[in-house]
């Protein structure tokens, strides 16, 4: 039966957006929620995946992730100021807006998933929704669907 299931992890991460003209361009941290959604045809035990399988290929990227500043590399500021102080950042390509963030994670996920996934539990997905939610009021949500073979 086609069947949606969901994990939900947390971080704490600093970054700014330079071109950002309020508030957003200081410094500043959120308590980061994230929420992975698969979508899939459940296995002979009722499983679209394992949650524990979904832990293995999430929880590394959201440790990288936790009290960290996420610096996009175009930030010459900030690039400078972490090559003077070792300080826990993680380099991006991208403005670190929730909905970059959550792009982001739905490549490193969908990838991961597809690397440590069996191939049948891989066959059996067909959806991928990643949900990053930046403060109690706004999210940013997106989803790709996974090709069949
Ligand atoms: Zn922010």
């Known amino acids: 039966m086609n069947t949606r299931i969901a994990k939900e992890f947390h971080w704490e991460m600093a970054h700014r957006l330079p071109f950002h003209t309020g508030g957003c361009q200081n410094v500043h941290g959120h308590s980061y929620k994230l929420w992975v959604e698969l979508e899939g045809e459940t296995d002979t035990n009722g499983m679209v995946l394992d949650y524990l399988d979904l832990k293995r290929a999430v929880a590394p990227l959201v440790d990288a992730l936790d009290h960290s500043f996420l610096c996009d590399r175009a930030d010459s ?5 972490f090559a003077e102080h070792p300080l826990k950042a993680v380099m991006v390509d991208f403005p670190t807006t929730a ?3 959550a792009a982001y ?4 996920i ?3 998933l597809q690397e440590q996934c069996s191939r049948e539990a891989w066959m059996r997905l067909r959806s991928i929704r990643v949900r990053v939610q930046e403060t109690e009021r ?7 669907l996974i090709s069949e073979a």
């Not at 994670?105 to 490193?108: D, N, T």
């Open 77 to 81: 500021v900030m690039v400078r100021f």
């Open 105 to 108: 994670l739905l490549g490193e």
């Open 99 to 101: 909905e970059n963030i």
């Open 138 to 144: 706004t999210f940013a949500e997106v989803a790709c």
């Open 110 to 112: 969908t990838s991961r």
